[in-house]
Nanobody, 114 residues
């Protein structure tokens, strides 16, 4: 099983980035997918999640700015991030979950700075 994130980078405050996660999972559509982030010195936190039925939930800090989506035909999950703030700076991780099986990607760095 592999989860490979891409799309991170350096962006100015107010800018946008789109993160992608490619998943080598059997029956991808059965998995709940999520994006987490971890800033230096802080615990990893949930940013956004999407269920197999396409229900979504978001951390309060990103509501209205970030959008999670999935493409089951391509085994992909995305995180569109708009109006980025310096406090969004972190390593962002893709997560897949089905029953007791949990998988993580290696992470992609997002830095918001002028």
């Amino acid at each position: 099983v592999q989860l490979v994130e891409s799309g991170g980078g350096l962006v100015q405050p107010g800018g946008s980035l789109r993160l992608s996660c490619a998943a080598s999972l059997s029956i991808f559509g059965f998995y709940a997918m999520g994006w987490y982030r971890q800033a230096p010195g802080k615990q990893r936190e949930l940013v956004a999640a999407i269920t197999s039925g396409d229900s979504t939930n978001y951390a309060d800090s990103v509501k209205g700015r970030f959008t999670i989506s999935r493409d089951n035909a391509r085994n992909m999950v995305y995180l569109q991030m708009n109006s980025l703030k310096p406090e969004d700076t972190a390593v962002y991780y893709c997560n897949a979950r089905k029953y007791d099986s949990v998988y993580w990607g290696q992470g992609t760095q997002v830095t918001v700075s002028s």
